[in-house]
């Protein structure tokens, strides 16, 4: 039984969504071709531009949609030999990294003890952090262990990176932590 994209809506709106699409789906409805339709026009008229996903190292090839430089859409590229066309839940969630409204787009702080958020300049929050990296590593950094063996680390800073970020920065951050002698370094990118 096939069904039109209108008696898709219709049904899905007029009956409450999770019970009309459980139940078309029950009486075997073949939703797919509604479903196609509204992924055509999502995309009409839309820019195509292959990317690959930034979440983690299998770097699934995806399709990324705009209209007037506008993301309005990204899905799996069906032409990649190793995800062809399909997308992990992370994955399949790349749109709301670039088009998502509660995206925090200024550094926030928080005093101690403080109850709210305060906005802060770029500026001064890197002056900041430069700040008390090197009042922390200057107060615990060990450059010999008792037997005389050199070891140059401070134990008492994490650092913590993630495959959102470039492969480039995620190479200079590691460079500058293991230059400043931290040893505690995880990094969802594997490098
Ligand atoms: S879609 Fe999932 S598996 Fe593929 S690169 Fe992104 S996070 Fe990794």
């Not at 071709?33 to 292959?50: C, D, M, N, S």
Request: some cysteine; aromatic content about 4%; charged content about 20%.
């Amino acid at each position: 039984m096939q069904v039109s994209r209108r008696d898709f809506l219709r049904l899905s709106l007029g009956a409450g969504s999770g019970t009309a699409l459980a139940g078309l789906v029950a009486s075997g409805v073949n939703l797919a071709p509604a479903v196609a339709r509204a992924q055509e026009l999502r995309i009409k008229g839309a820019k195509t531009t292959p990317s690959i996903c930034p979440y983690c190292s299998v770097g699934c090839a995806t399709l990324v949609h705009t209209i007037d430089d506008r993301i309005v859409n990204i899905e799996g590229d069906p032409r990649s030999p190793h995800n062809e066309g399909c997308l992990c839940p992370k994955g399949a969630a790349i749109f709301q990294l670039h088009v998502n409204p509660n995206r925090p787009t200024q550094v926030l702080h928080r005093a101690a003890g403080a109850a709210d958020w305060a906005v802060w300049d770029f500026e001064r929050a890197m002056n900041r952090i430069a700040e008390l990296v090197k009042k922390t590593r200057d107060e615990t950094f060990i450059q010999t262990l008792p037997d005389g063996k050199l070891i140059n680390m401070t134990p008492a800073i994490f650092a913590l990176g993630g495959a959102t970020l470039e492969i480039e920065f995620n190479h200079i951050h590691q460079k500058l932590m293991r230059g400043l002698g931290v040893v505690a370094i995880e990094n969802q990118a594997r490098i």
